[in-house]
């Protein structure tokens, strides 16, 4: 852990505060939700509590304004192991009573993480994979043994759709601190019902030695550390420049309120920017919706595997508390996050969020050749709003960041631990790349899907999308230099489904056309992709079927708070059809009205033997640029930065 000065900014307990309607659920409320759902006689002992999350209020009623006097509402799903249904509830936590509850018929909702805990050590106790372990490696002792779940999917299997399955992938480590990633036990599945928790068969595909190398990376097991590093520390004197009430925000211009929730970790609700005397919307909610990494291998041990890490296992549920490990610098806000176990007991991720200022280099910067003693230059700042969680394997960090020029930028850092095979001495993968003698890691993939709810300075919105292209050589471009910006307004869902286009700069637009800039032009802000990809399976393969929100990069629908989740609400062993490929089917009006942007982004990574054994991050995320939204640079009234004495400089 480097220099981290966490502050005590958490306001006293005494002292009443006023709710934003959007704050995440307290300790007590998720509390409250699951008594009422007890004494309501709604819990057995075999339910669990997949998730408990705010309710959030209509839209009109956080627009109008009202702090603190509405009424805090719960949404739970709830899956009961012996008659393998899952039920939907609300509750008022105001009048303290069931609101709803619902039966989902047909559905296998969110791994639990307990799920994940119970399932290593049904497989560790199962004479059955003890059986096989034995036979396959003449090993019979389980306890080094690491068991991750992975999610059964659905390739039409009857049992797909009546149990509630996991196919867990198995390592073996050399000693109980060991990398045990490096040596995958391949060719073993255990398939587990985890309404029994028991293993029902393990499935074996033939005989793969034991990687025998050990490949580790904690500081106690790396023979040499480099010795030539110096600190280097950030020092904000005076206190961080954010103010923090709950879970609300401000920071410079830009107001806003952070959410937490099981399924989708970290969102960003209400991001308003003071212009002026004017308090402007932009963006009413953004959230990480799903999330599925494919995998590139037809071997019998691989064929299957690829994870919806929010919809099947939880993004918020398998958020780290930062309290340890989280290696920002300088003054960090952090914020908890309320879940509870899947049995109804309280379970605090402390320390879930993180929140600081970084500088960024410059922000601008312009020397008048006439007065070259005199340059002006301003230091940019952004706000960083991040969570990072850990699906078995896999890092994934989710960071916000808000500039001073009013830039919103989203990023995904992946890093973590590949997800490994084991290869026979002397020969080659096809679909992955050796990483170490006789391991190999898969090609796959990884798409994110995010839903931006856009109110830009008011509901009514339209998404434009704007291409560049060049004019023909004619007598008004003799020169053939000419090339213009094309702008089409989206006027339905089908129309709006889209792709990167490299050969016409392609972006989009969000502007409201009934609030118009001081050149008489809608205010808007430009959505701008960052690096993406297509997905590589075939169109036809069982996994796309779930996760149809790769189909497209981008997607606009109207708004409909009900519509969540790119892959659907249940993509747990769905057949699949769900969510945006659904919903936009109807091909519903999307212009001058309350709108949704889905954006689909993804990353191939064909491995190498640098991300062993463990993975220097890779980026991936998209920026919002307000495009006419202000009159001006609205940075451009940002103050110089005191200048440095000259013994600060290295010569
Ligand atoms: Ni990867």
Same mark, same amino acid.
């Given at each position: 852990?480097?220099?981290?000065?966490? +502050?005590? +900014?958490?306001?006293?307990?005494?002292?009443?505060?006023?709710?934003?309607?959007?704050?995440?659920?307290?300790?007590?409320?998720?509390?409250?939700?699951?008594?009422?759902?007890?004494?309501?006689?709604?819990?057995?002992?075999?339910?669990?509590?997949?998730?408990?999350?705010?309710?959030?209020?209509?839209?009109?009623?956080?627009?109008?304004?009202?702090?603190?006097?509405? +009424?805090?509402?719960?949404?739970?799903?709830?899956?009961?192991?012996?008659?393998?249904?899952?039920?939907?509830?609300?509750?008022?936590?105001t009048e303290e009573r069931v609101t709803t509850w619902k039966h989902v018929p047909g559905v296998q909702p969110t791994m639990t993480i307990d799920e994940q805990t119970e399932c290593e050590q049904a497989v560790i106790a199962s004479p059955l994979f003890k059986a096989a372990l034995l036979e396959h490696t003449g090993i019979d002792d389980t306890s080094l043994v690491m068991v991750d779940i992975w999610s059964a999917g659905n390739y039409g299997d009857a049992e797909e759709s009546l149990l509630r399955l996991a196919r867990p992938l198995c390592f073996l480590r050399a000693d109980s601190s060991d990398n045990g990633y490096v040596r995958p036990i391949e060719g073993i599945r255990p398939v587990v019902d985890l309404n029994r928790m028991e293993v029902i068969r393990v499935e074996q595909y033939g005989k793969w030695p034991l990687p025998s190398e050990s490949m580790n990376y904690s500081p106690a097991r790396v023979s040499t550390l480099r010795t030539d590093i110096k600190p280097l520390e950030i020092d904000q004197p005076e206190g961080p420049s954010f103010e923090v009430d709950g879970y609300q925000v401000s920071w410079q211009k830009w107001k806003f309120v952070i959410g937490f929730n099981a399924r989708e970790g970290l969102t960003l609700h209400h991001l308003r920017c003071q212009d002026g005397e004017q308090e402007r919307s932009i963006l009413y909610r953004g959230s990480l919706t799903e999330m599925v990494v494919p995998y590139g291998d037809p071997g019998p041990t691989q064929r299957r595997k690829n994870a919806f890490d929010v919809g099947e296992y939880g993004m918020g549920m398998c958020a780290n508390s930062l309290e340890l490990g989280c290696d920002c610098l300088g003054l960090i806000r952090y914020f908890d996050a309320h879940l509870c176990t899947s049995r109804g007991a309280p379970l605090t991720i402390k320390n879930a969020i993180c929140m600081h200022e970084e500088d960024y280099g410059i922000l601008w910067k312009h020397t008048d050749r006439r007065h070259p003693d005199s340059p002006e230059v301003r230091r940019s700042r952004r706000l960083v709003i991040s969570s990072i969680s850990t699906v078995e394997n896999y890092e994934y960090g989710f960071f916000w960041y808000l500039y001073q020029d009013g830039t919103i930028e989203f990023e995904v850092k992946l890093t973590g631990i590949l997800s490994l095979g084991a290869f026979h001495q002397g020969e080659k993968p096809t679909y992955g790349v050796l990483v170490a003698p006789m391991v190999y890691a898969p090609n796959h993939q990884h798409f994110f899907n995010m839903r931006l709810d856009f109110d830009v300075d008011g509901v009514a919105n339209s998404v434009h999308r704007i291409d560049v292209t060049a004019d023909p050589v004619h007598e008004k471009n003799p020169f053939g230099n000419a090339f213009q910006a094309k702008s089409t307004v989206l006027r339905s869902e089908k129309e709006a489904m889209g792709n990167l286009n490299l050969e016409t700069a392609r972006t989009w637009k969000i502007v409201n056309s009934g609030v118009l800039n001081r050149l008489g032009e809608p205010v808007g802000y430009k959505f701008l992709p960052g690096d993406n990809t297509y997905p590589f399976a075939s169109p036809d393969a069982w996994w796309r079927k779930r996760a149809g929100f790769v189909n497209h990069h981008v997607w606009v629908t109207p708004y409909d708070p009900d519509e969540k989740y790119g892959a659907g609400d249940y993509p747990n062993q769905s057949l699949g059809g769900e969510g945006l490929t659904r919903w936009t089917m109807a091909d519903r009006p999307i212009e001058n009205s309350d709108i949704v942007f889905w954006y689909t982004f993804g990353h191939t990574h064909i491995p190498r033997p640098e991300d062993c054994p463990v993975m220097p991050t890779a980026y991936i995320g998209f920026t919002l640029k307000p495009n006419g939204f202000f009159d001006m640079n609205p940075a451009n009234d940002v103050p110089p930065s005191k200048k440095k004495p000259a013994k600060d400089c290295c010569h």
């Open positions: 852990m480097n220099s981290v000065t966490p +502050l005590n +900014l958490h306001p006293s307990t005494n002292s009443p505060r006023v709710f934003h309607p959007l704050e995440p659920l307290t300790a007590h409320e998720v509390q409250t939700a699951v008594d009422l759902l007890k004494s309501a006689g709604k819990v057995t002992p075999t339910t669990r509590f997949v998730s408990v999350s705010l309710a959030e209020p209509s839209k009109a009623e956080v627009h109008s304004g009202a702090r603190g006097a509405g +009424l805090r509402n719960a949404f739970i799903v709830l899956f009961d192991n012996l008659t393998n249904t899952c039920h939907e509830a609300t509750v008022s936590l």
